[in-house]
C-alpha cells in the first residue's frame, strides 16, 4: 500500500517525547521505538509498545506518568503505520484503538485522524452484506411478560410525568429549578441515529473493526464482573445472541463518542443541557442486550438520558431518601444502595418496602431527565442503545 499514515504531532514531537521517557528511565523504549521509527522495525514497534504497556500496569492508574501514556500513544503509532503499510488494515485500527483507550493527550491528534484514514479505507474494501432484516430490535414487547421481569411494584405507583416537545423555558422552570424528572417525547426526530443506530449493517460499516471496553456480569457489584476488550462487530454479535443471559456483556461510561466520531455525528446534545449555565460532562453510551441492570444509585450531575433505540425500566427514588436505601459505607461504592430491587431482602432493608417512587418505561426517542442524586435503577427490556448528557450547574 503505497499511501502511509501521516502524523505530524509525532514528526514534531517525538524528539522532544523521546528525551523526556528517557529522563524517567526508558532508555530501552527509546532505543526500539527509534528503530521502528528510522528502520521501520516491527520487532523493535512492538517491542516499545510492550514496554510502554508494562508501564501502564505498574501501579493504580492514577499514579501512572503521562509521559508514559504519551509513550504508549507514541508506539501505537509505529505499530499501527507497519500494519498500514503491509495492508493489515483491521489490525492497525485495532493498534490505534488501544491508544486512543490507553494513551496520552499528546499525540491524540494523530491517533484520530490516522483511525479516520484506516477505517475510511477499510470500509471502502469491504463488501455489505444485505441481509433482509438487519434490524437491532425488531419484536414487540410482551406486557406481561415485561412486569414479570420488573421489580416488585413496578408501574403500579407513581408514573413520571411525560411532556411532548416541551420547551426550554417549560424545562427550566416546571422541572430543572425544582429538582424534578420528567420524560421529554418528540425532541429526537431529526437525529440521525434514530434509524442509523437500529441499522446493524451501518454500526457495522462504521464501527465494526473498532476495539472498545465492554463490561461482562450482571452488574458492576458482582464479584462475576469483569472488562473485556472486544471489537465492536463482536460486541454486537453478543447483544444479537443474549437470551437474558446472567453474563450480559454491555457498554457503559466508555467516552465512546470521543473515540468514534462517526456515531457522535448522529446524535445532537439536547439545548435542555444548557439550563442553569453550567459545564458539560463527557457524553456516555450505554449500549446492551436485553436483561442489562443498572443496579440502584445516584449520580452528582444532571442527567438527561436519551432512548435511542429500544426500551427501559426506569424507576427513581428522591434524593431526600439516601438514608432509607442503605448506600454502601465504601467511598468507591457510597453513591450505590445495598438494596438489590429484583430481590429485596426485607430483614435487612426493612425501610425500602414503602418507600415512594416514580417509574417508567422510557421509549425510543424519548429523553428522561434525572435530577441529581436523584436514585435510578435501569432495566433494559430491548436491545438497548442509549446516550447520556451530564452537566453541573453553576452552583456545583
Known amino acids: 500500500m503505497a499511501d502511509k499514515l501521516e502524523t505530524p504531532t509525532l514528526d514534531a514531537e517525538g524528539a522532544t517525547l523521546l528525551h523526556a521517557i528517557s529522563e524517567h528511565g526508558g532508555y530501552a523504549f527509546v532505543s526500539m521505538a527509534t528503530l521502528a521509527a528510522e528502520a521501520g522495525d516491527p520487532r523493535a514497534a512492538e517491542a516499545a ?38 495492508g493489515e488494515l483491521s489490525e492497525a485500527i485495532r493498534v490505534l484503538d488501544m491508544g486512543l483507550i490507553m494513551g496520552g ?14 477505517s ?32 416488585i411494584k413496578s408501574l403500579s405507583s407513581k408514573i413520571v410525568v411525560k411532556r411532548p416537545a416541551l420547551s426550554l423555558e417549560g424545562f427550566l422552570r416546571e422541572y430543572f429549578l425544582s429538582g424534578s424528572p420528567v420524560i421529554i417525547s418528540d425532541c429526537m426526530a431529526h437525529w440521525p441515529a434514530r434509524t442509523k443506530w437500529n441499522d446493524l449493517d451501518y454500526l457495522k460499516r462504521v464501527a465494526g473493526d473498532r476495539t472498545v471496553p465492554v463490561e461482562v456480569g450482571k452488574n458492576y457489584l458482582c464479584s462475576q464482573w469483569k472488562q473485556e476488550l472486544i471489537t465492536f462487530s463482536q460486541f454486537l454479535a453478543r447483544i444479537e445472541a443474549n437470551n437474558c443471559s446472567d453474563n ?3 457498554l457503559a461510561q466508555h467516552p465512546l463518542f470521543d473515540q468514534i466520531s462517526e456515531l ?35 449520580d452528582p450531575h444532571h442527567n438527561i438520558l436519551a432512548q435511542v433505540v429500544g426500551k427501559k425500566y426506569i424507576r427513581l427514588y428522591s434524593a431526600s431518601m439516601s438514608e432509607e ?30 418507600l415512594e417512587f416514580q ?30 448528557f451530564w452537566w453541573s450547574d453553576i452552583q456545583n
Open 248 to 250: 450480559p456483556t454491555y
Open 49 to 86: 509498545r510492550e514496554m510502554a504497556w508494562e508501564q501502564l500496569h505498574s501501579g493504580p492508574w492514577h499514579s501512572v506518568l503521562p509521559v508514559w501514556r504519551d509513550a504508549y500513544s507514541m508506539a501505537c503509532l509505529h505499530v499501527a503505520r507497519l500494519h498500514f503499510s503491509n
Open 325 to 354: 436505601l442503605y448506600p454502601y459505607t465504601e467511598t468507591m461504592l457510597k453513591n450505590s444502595s445495598q438494596v438489590d430491587l429484583d430481590n429485596i431482602d426485607e430483614t435487612q432493608f426493612p425501610k425500602v418496602h414503602d
Open 120 to 151: 475510511a479505507v477499510a470500509r471502502d474494501s469491504t463488501v455489505s452484506d444485505q441481509s433482509s432484516d438487519r434490524r437491532l430490535v425488531r419484536h414487540e414487547l410482551d406486557q406481561a411478560e415485561v412486569l414479570r421481569s420488573l421489580p
Open 264 to 298: 457522535r455525528k448522529d446524535i445532537c446534545v439536547p439545548d435542555y443541557c444548557f439550563a442553569g449555565g453550567g459545564e458539560m460532562r463527557p457524553l456516555n453510551a450505554w449500549f446492551g442486550p436485553a436483561g442489562t441492570v443498572t443496579p440502584l444509585h445516584h
Open 359 to 388: 417509574d417508567c418505561i422510557l421509549e425510543e426517542g424519548e429523553m428522561l431527565y434525572i435530577p441529581p442524586k436523584w436514585w435510578h435503577y435501569v432495566r433494559s427490556l430491548t436491545p438497548s442503545l442509549s446516550v447520556s
Open 105 to 118: 493527550s499528546l499525540l491524540r491528534k494523530d491517533l484520530d485522524s490516522a483511525v479516520e484514514k484506516v
